[in-house]
């Protein structure tokens, strides 16, 4: 247990925010090669509320796991401070945000969690770095997501 404690610390403090973006590109390579990740994802972010249902009641799911696919490409570019994921991202955070598809802030946590679950069950090599990584870089797009909400 203290073991534990003290390698999730010095963890915590050595990795680099580049080393967790690398951590999370591979992560997310195993995830791709893995079968349909975005497919586990929607069927947990649907499952998990009739609110989120609701809103993807007239989707086209091939058409929409394409998109998600390159907005995390997307993600982990913004966290990575390039140029390209910012543009990307701001036009998600206007498509997103209360005069267009009006997503409701508090939904994040939950989009976050089932992609976390879906990321879980794809990465054969998932631990607690590999999803401490995902949780920095995906919380500093969510955050400029919601923001311009
Ligand atoms: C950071 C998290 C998210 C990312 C990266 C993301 C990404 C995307 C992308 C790339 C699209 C395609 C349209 C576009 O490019 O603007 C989209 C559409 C959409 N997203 Fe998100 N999204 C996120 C969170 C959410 C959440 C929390 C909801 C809550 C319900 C949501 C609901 C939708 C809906 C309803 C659509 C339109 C689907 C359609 O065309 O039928 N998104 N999202």
Known sequence: MLFSLYKESTVMEVESIQDKISI?????????????????????????????????KNTDFEKQKKLLKHGINLMIMFAAENLAGKSGLKRI????????????????????????QAIKSHDYKYNNLVESSWNNVLDKGIRYIKEGY
């Open 24 to 56: 999370v590109q591979n992560s997310y390579g195993r995830c791709l090669a893995s079968g349909d990740v975005l497919d586990t994802f929607y069927q947990e972010f649907l499952g998990s509320s009739p609110e989120i249902k609701e809103r993807f």
């Open 93 to 116: 955070r206007e498509s997103h945000d209360s005069k267009h598809l009006n997503i409701n802030p508090k939904l994040y946590d939950l989009w976050k969690f089932c992609l976390l």
